[in-house]
């Protein structure tokens, strides 16, 4: 998620208003960072990935890393990566592109091959029991790359899937869907967007999801700015599958130290805090 609105550094504590304590995690034990040191990792219960065997990566973009290290951490597991944005042939387009750019003088020749070792990636990565599709997830079928979660979970023969889903906006769309294939999602992590102009269908997202799945972590997106009342504007979200074992206590300070760290590298994680 690269979208920097509000670009000052905020490393105060707000306190987050009464209404919204529904968000606070539930403590729960043997929560790991997977993936990238900064944008592009996320923090989820050990326990998961060892329990799962299917991840569905809802948008890429350039980064799997979260995907690279699920795999690594779980030898045996299956991933459809879903994103119509990127393909081997746009790659190899932007390749071409960086090549043009660096002879004219346009860019340097070190972006030129941060392509090349992108495509590389992807074809080392993409093969086997990884599989991009290059489609985008949605509702309904408006464009040909158009794909539901009913055609998503058609593709997959498991019970025990993990979803992770960074698609800038349409995560409110699947929520009901998301719903209606619980019984089947052992636990994801969803980074929700615009949650100020968005505030009642972000709510109303949260409690439907809420019926089948319990928060166990919440970390802010510092690339996203603050609404009026201090909550933070993108919330990346992981939840598991109820029901947990052990009291449900929550959380009332975050970040969670040695585990979350900023998106942005260069500023500040937002804090947050909770009172009840």
Same mark, same amino acid.
């Given at each position: ?5 509000? =670009? ?111 495509? @590389? ?12 599709? @290059? ?40 929520? %009901? ?36 799945? %319990? ?17 933070? %504007? ?27 760290? =900023? ?14």
């Amino acid at each position: 998620m690269k979208d920097i609105r509000n =670009p000052e550094d905020v490393s105060g504590g707000p306190v987050f208003p009464a209404s919204m304590n529904f968000v606070a995690p539930i403590i729960v034990e043997g929560l790991v960072r997977v993936g990238a040191a900064n944008d592009g990792g996320y923090v989820i219960p050990e326990c998961l990935i060892q329990e799962v065997d299917f991840l569905v990566s809802m948008g890429v973009e350039e980064d799997w890393s979260f995907d690279e290290q699920f795999m690594r951490l779980n030898p045996s597991l299956r991933i459809h990566a879903y994103d119509h944005t990127i393909s081997r042939r746009l790659f190899r387009r932007s390749i071409l592109i960086g090549a043009i750019g660096a002879c004219m003088g346009k860019w340097p020749l070190k972006e030129f091959f941060r392509r090349v070792r992108v495509l @590389q990636s992807y074809n080392a990565f993409f093969r086997g029991s990884a599989k991009h599709f @290059q489609e985008r997830i949605y509702n309904r079928v408006d464009l040909p790359v158009d794909v539901t979660l009913e055609k998503v979970f058609e593709r997959i023969d498991s019970n025990k899937v993990f979803l992770k889903i960074d698609i800038e906006g349409c995560e409110y769309r699947i929520i %009901e869907d998301i719903g209606r294939f619980a019984g089947r999602i052992s636990g994801m992590v969803i980074e929700f967007h615009d949650i100020g102009p968005l505030r009642l269908v972000f709510n109303a997202a949260i409690a439907r999801l809420q019926n089948f799945f %319990e928060i166990v972590h919440l970390h802010a997106n510092n690339y996203g700015g603050l609404a009026a009342d201090g909550v933070p %504007e993108v919330l990346e979200v992981t939840f598991a599958k109820k029901p947990l074992q052990g009291p449900a206590k929550r959380r009332t300070e975050l970040p969670l130290p040695g585990s979350d760290a =900023p998106n942005d590298a260069r500023r500040a994680d937002y804090k947050m805090r909770f009172c009840f």
